[in-house]
């Protein structure tokens, strides 16, 4: 961990706690030498955990300088066609932790719904609220894509009208880039 940045393209790592026995490293021990050494080694983390939002806040709050993203709001798949309040409610108390960001990606493949994905509106709104554009990251999930690519990002870009043209410069790239420390061209 180490010597992860100085390798050629590399900015953080982006890890998977969904299928097997992955779901259980953020509970039994198994991850926690990685938070300790992301942290130590300021390599960003990027963290799927669908079901496990408190956990990663929690490995936020006792790591304050690890940077942590919260992939896909850390929304299940099972949630598709259901109500997402619940589990966004457990995202937005977590936007008191400076070192917490979240991305709003793969959106799409929670709602049955069809594009512009009206009920995704308000609970992009209110994660931009919570987090502020500075913490919140565009994103598409293209393994699981409901709805063509260009939809995922006219559904910000053109039909969210309650983001100003600041939250989505922010929103759109360049948040993730400083929060990655990835250089933008001039």
Known sequence: ????????H????RLVFNAGR?????????????????ER???PVMAFAPNAVPKLGAIAERHPGLRLIIDHLG?????????L??????????????????KVSALPCYVEEPYPFPTLHPI?????DA???????????????????KQCVTLFTEEMKSLSSTELEWIMGRGIAEWLDWPLPD
């Not at 309040?85 to 979240?102: G, P, Q, T, Y």
């Not at 992009?124 to 931009?128: A, F, T």
């Open 1 to 8: 961990m180490a010597t992860w940045k100085s390798q050629p």
């Open 75 to 83: 929304l299940s798949s099972a949630l598709r066609g259901k109500t």
């Open 10 to 13: 590399m900015l953080g790592i």
């Open 41 to 43: 080694y300021d390599v």
């Open 22 to 38: 992955s779901k259980e490293w953020l509970t039994d021990g198994t991850a926690d030498w990685l938070w300790d050494a992301a």
């Open 124 to 128: 992009v709104r209110r994660v931009v």
């Open 85 to 102: 309040e619940a589990a966004v409610d457990e995202v937005v108390k977590l936007a008191r932790l400076s070192n917490l960001a979240v």
């Open 131 to 149: 987090f502020g554009p500075r913490r919140c990251f565009w994103g598409t999930d293209l393994s699981h894509l409901t709805c063509p690519y």
